[in-house]
């Protein structure tokens, strides 16, 4: 791969580009870009130039940025992130409809939990999740389920990382981060009261792959009113139970007794049974 004179990929440089947005912040100047990726601002102007090209950065009439629906048209082709929300979206809609506050599903990216989807209701206490958003991994319960079982190595980067203070109840120190991971581990679910917002609660739990390692964790932000969250626990397993079948549903080869209908097709996609008869004769 051809590299730039400081020794690093031109891929690389253009990655930074596209790495300056989040979701919290979805448009950006061409100087903030430069700024937010750590380029030269005449470097800045080629790439997203080149980008804005291909459809990669989509240029705004008030001369902002933002990023490109052909990167949304290309992340919705892998069977990874995507086909797993896909797949969930049926039992996160069940369970959302039985909470009526907020039921969402992350993944483990880094240090932090990414939130692939998530459902709320107007009147839901306060939620700090977005779809496509953030959330340091020790913060919440969906993070503290993913980083109970994803090994030492992520922990110890999650300490060197520093664990910000959101309110009093946010896990402070290293010991007690290994002691809500054993309780975790032990339990088999996380409850995080207040972690984020004192009025709110987290009850997260594992959602399995084909291979009973877990890939995922889905949760509900509920009101922190001293409630038991053993209801909600009974809910979430249920769906992660379903989410998991569904998955090795979708992992097993077309013509196979158990697999579902839609050949290649299903690692991506969910839709009626004819439906996916008519896509997959179409391929």
């Known amino acids: 791969m051809a590299r730039a004179s400081g020794g690093e990929s031109v891929l690389g440089k253009h990655l930074r580009v596209l790495g300056a947005f989040e979701a919290s912040v ?6 903030q870009l430069a700024a937010r990726s750590g380029l030269a601002s005449s470097t800045a102007h080629r790439i997203v130039a080149e980008l804005e090209r291909e459809g990669l950065l989509e240029r705004l009439p008030d001369r902002t940025y933002r990023l490109g629906v052909r990167l949304w048209e290309l992340a919705c082709r892998t069977p990874g992130a995507l086909g797993l929300r896909e797949l969930a979206r049926p039992h996160l809609d069940r369970v959302h409809s039985r909470v009526q506050q907020h039921a969402q599903l992350g993944v483990l990216s880094g240090t932090e939990v990414l939130f692939l989807d998530r459902l709320s209701a107007r009147s839901a206490v306060v939620n700090a999740t977005l779809i496509g958003g953030r959330i340091p991994l020790y913060a919440s319960s969906t993070g503290l389920v993913l980083l109970a079982h994803a090994g030492q190595k992520v922990v110890d980067e999650v300490v ?30 996380a409850v995080c009261g207040g972690h984020i917002h004192l009025e709110s609660r987290g009850i997260a739990v594992p959602v399995y792959g084909s291979h009973q390692d877990v890939i995922a964790a889905i949760g509900v932000v509920v009101p922190h009113d001293g ?34 209908p839609g050949g290649r097709l299903r690692p991506l996609v969910t839709s009626s049974v004819r ?9």
């Open 26 to 31: 979805p448009f950006l100047s061409l100087s």
């Open 275 to 283: 439906s996916m008869e008519y896509l997959a004769s179409q391929l």
């Open 160 to 189: 060197g990382a520093g664990l910000r203070r959101f309110t009093d109840e946010t896990i402070k120190t290293e010991a007690a981060l290994h002691t809500a991971l054993r309780v975790v581990r032990a339990d088999g679910w």
């Open 227 to 260: 409630s038991s969250p053993l209801p909600y626990i009974e809910l979430l397993v249920r769906a992660a139970r379903d989410i998991s079948s569904a998955m090795r549903s979708a992992s097993l080869p077309a013509g196979h007794p158990a697999a579902s």
